[in-house]
């Protein structure tokens, strides 16, 4: 870990974030596990693969998209709310002087402050929830029968045709996304283990 001069650390730093978006956008710079992204790939070639080389009945497969969107909506925001439970937990139980003292010192990959690496991994689950939650919600409301979209695709010259296709990729979008969060979920759960054990390392070791 090295010290650097710069907006990112310093007590003014604590502050700099004023919305989500900020917060997103330097989170970007925090790599992805390879493991959740090259597992995520996977599951969107097998199940992109089985969905538009197979068969399919267009109105069977509508309705599956809208019960899947539901469930995901449904899903995504019971799980934000344990994903704020944990990072409260999370933030109430570490040393405010550990966590002043990492936000001193930059982290290597990022060039973020270590405080803000640890906390904006978790914050990038709570934003990942909530765009998926968006989504789902703009598939539940604007597909419903004779909604916006079926009045949209009515307009083209093979609405069948399109309505199948916007079907098949929707779904496939739907289901590697529900995945993505699983694993996603998975190095939150982590990472608020590792934020905790850092925490008692750094009273065992200073003493408190």
Request: a positive charge.
């Amino acid at each position: 870990m090295s010290t650097s001069p710069n907006n990112e650390l310093g007590p003014a730093s604590f502050t700099s974030e004023l919305n989500l978006w900020q917060v997103w956008n330097k989170a970007r710079r925090i790599p992805t596990s390879a493991f959740n992204l090259l597992s995520t790939l996977a599951v969107f070639v097998f199940v992109a693969t089985t969905t538009f080389f197979s068969e399919h009945d267009a109105v069977a497969l509508i309705g599956s998209v809208r019960e899947l969107a539901q469930f995901g909506f449904n899903a995504a925001v019971t799980v934000l709310g344990f994903l704020v439970a944990g990072f409260t937990i999370f933030a109430s139980v570490s040393n405010p002087n550990m966590l002043i003292e990492m936000g001193s010192l930059q982290h290597p990959t990022s060039g973020l402050s270590w405080m803000k690496h640890s906390f904006f991994v978790l914050l990038r689950a709570f934003i990942y929830y909530i765009v998926y939650a968006a989504i789902c919600f703009f598939v539940v409301y604007l597909g419903v029968a004779k909604g916006p979209v079926s009045f949209l695709l009515n307009l083209t010259p093979h609405p069948d045709a399109y309505a199948l296709c916007l079907a098949k990729v929707t779904y496939v979008l739907l289901v590697a996304g529900q995945f993505f969060l699983l694993m996603q979920l998975k190095s939150f759960i982590f990472n608020v283990y590792s934020g905790v054990v850092a925490n008692l390392r750094y009273k065992a070791e200073n003493g408190y």
